[in-house]
């Protein structure tokens, strides 16, 4: 049974930084390529940080570079966001995803439930 579950979200003030973490289960290494996403009222879903099953291949959306880092430890099936220099805007539901490719979020075969994260001014 496949099962992919984020925690670490909350409340930050803006210039903030809050880590998130993934950790999935029952799934194939091909499978393990992760990525994160959000959602915001309103708008599309998009994506923000991709990582490869072997941790050699990174991306970021082009609003989080330099600010967000995502990493792994295969050991313990998790995946790691960091969020540094936290805007209000970016107040949104992140979820994590596996099986997909980069930052489009077709492709990506499971889901998890997503972890809120609020970023006050």
């Known amino acids: 049974q496949v099962q992919v579950v984020e925690s670490g979200g909350g409340t930050v003030q803006a210039g903030g930084s809050l880590r998130l973490s993934c950790t999935a289960s029952?799934?194939?290494?091909?499978?393990?390529?992760m990525g994160w996403f959000r959602r915001n009222p309103g708008k599309e879903r998009e994506g923000v940080s991709y990582?490869?099953?072997?941790?050699?291949?990174?991306r970021y959306a082009d609003s989080v570079k330099g600010r967000f880092t995502v990493s792994r430890d295969n050991a313990k099936n998790t995946v790691t966001l960091q969020m540094n220099s936290l805007k209000p805007e970016e107040t949104a539901m992140y979820y994590c995803?596996?099986?997909?490719?980069?930052?489009?979020?077709?492709?990506?075969?499971?889901w998890g439930q997503g972890t809120q994260v609020t970023v006050s001014s």
């Open positions: 995803a596996a099986g997909g490719f980069g930052l489009l979020d077709r492709g990506y075969a499971y």
């Open positions: 029952g799934l194939t290494p091909v499978d393990l390529n």
């Open positions: 990582i490869s099953w072997r941790g050699d291949q990174t």
